[in-house]
């Protein structure tokens, strides 16, 4: 792949999701990805505009009851557990952010290309009969299965929220053709996401966790990417990568305690852009999750657009510091995960 067809997706309905006053997870978020499109546009770009999932898709990996559950709160405002809420039209918005995760997938598998998804809700923390987390669809795990549906059979997730995806996690917990990879703050909400949570059945080996304790920086998940994740992506040899890109490990995030900085979310993406670009021709597509400051909200996606819509990638920096809280696990997870991955 020697120059990228980036696609940007996105909307403005996703700011018909309204939230409680208050709720971290509020329209302003909206607003941004907004802007950012905006920008994106006025550059002389497409956006491609996205459609809402159906009920098959969504049912891929929701039970039958859950799906009937939020579409009933259509039209309605309804608490679905202390933190994840309904407006009247978050069902539609839902589907839309479902959609939209779809159709990157989509476009990276046709167009053998790198996309984003300027998607909320979040979906990371839906469970496949459960609402939890400001999440209704889980959006990524509709988007997996909708790859899977089209034959693929190795499709690698990974996960740089500060929080553990549980919900992708436990969709895909038996499933040999998806490797789950989540970096994250442990212990932390929502308590899942242990270094031995390693899969079960078929799909023994193939959940991946990496837990760090709060105040990690960009020195510890460059280590972490560099020696346990790229090396356990590259050896997986993926047909596509998904990232659930969550941005609330940034050190102005309100909801977490990492210490990370846009540059440093900027060298996650690099590394994760150059496997695709190694084993999958640039297949990697991106699906906002969290990220709960505007401005770094702002500076991360921009500096995620850039770096998905420039090839050749370039030389990945490093960082200076001490990466204690990476070296505090390593060992570990390389005891737990060397069983299955000879890479480590």
Known sequence: MSKSKFALVGSS???????????????ERAEVMETVARHWVQAGHELVVPRLAGEKE?????TDAYVKSIASTAGRAVGLDPDTYTS?????????AAGAAIMAVGHSLDNDAPTLALVRPPGHHAERDRAMGF??????AVAAASALARGLSRVAIVDYDVHHGNGTQWMFYDDPRVLYVSTHQYPFYPGT???DDVGQNQGEGFTFNVPLAAGANDADYDLVFRSLITPVLRSFNPELL????????????PLAGMRVTTQGYAAMTRHLLAVAVECCQGRLAAVVEGGYDLHALTTCLESTIQILDQLPLGEIPTFEGVPERADAVIDSIQRVQGQYWSTL
């Open 58 to 62: 969504l049912k891929a990996v929701h």
């Open 13 to 27: 309905n996703f700011s018909n999701h309204v939230t409680p006053p208050g709720h971290p997870e509020r329209i």
């Open 88 to 96: 009247p039209d978050s069902y539609e918005v839902a589907r839309l």
């Open 242 to 253: 998904i990232v659930s890109a969550g941005y609330d490990a940034h050190e102005r995030d």
């Open 193 to 195: 996401g242990k270094t």
């Open 135 to 140: 999440c209704l669809f889980n959006n990524v």
